[in-house]
């Protein structure tokens, strides 16, 4: 069965777009997975772009992103979740005792 190939792209940098009418791209997010697909076209001169959300490949791509443990899934609610750490910060230690001068 044959894959999507999604071409990592590098931020701030221009890509050419594909203008032939049946053509269109998906654009992938690399955090949460969601998919969308973007056609462009040339009408009266103007560059001219419609976007949607591809449902069938977002679903495939969070599958992939969930078997890397990228991703967790509630069964239950029939949602992924992207864990984040979070950084607590550091508790100064017990025996400090810390004093304020009052003026």
Not at 16 to 45: E, M, T, Y
Not at 84 to 96: E, G, M, S
Request: hydrophobic fraction near 40%.
């Amino acid at each position: 069965m044959g894959g999507i190939a999604y071409t990592q792209v590098v931020d701030s940098k221009w890509r050419d777009a594909p203008l032939n009418s049946r053509a269109w791209i998906a654009v992938a997010c690399c955090d949460c997975g969601l998919v969308h697909g973007r056609q462009f076209r040339i009408r009266k001169g103007k560059l001219q772009q419609r976007a949607w959300r591809d449902e069938k490949r977002t679903a495939m791509v969070r599958r992939h992103m969930h078997r890397r443990h990228d991703l967790v899934r509630v069964p239950r609610a029939n949602l992924y979740v992207l864990p984040l750490r979070i950084k607590q910060a550091k508790k100064p230690p017990r025996n400090v005792t810390i004093r304020i001068k009052r003026a």
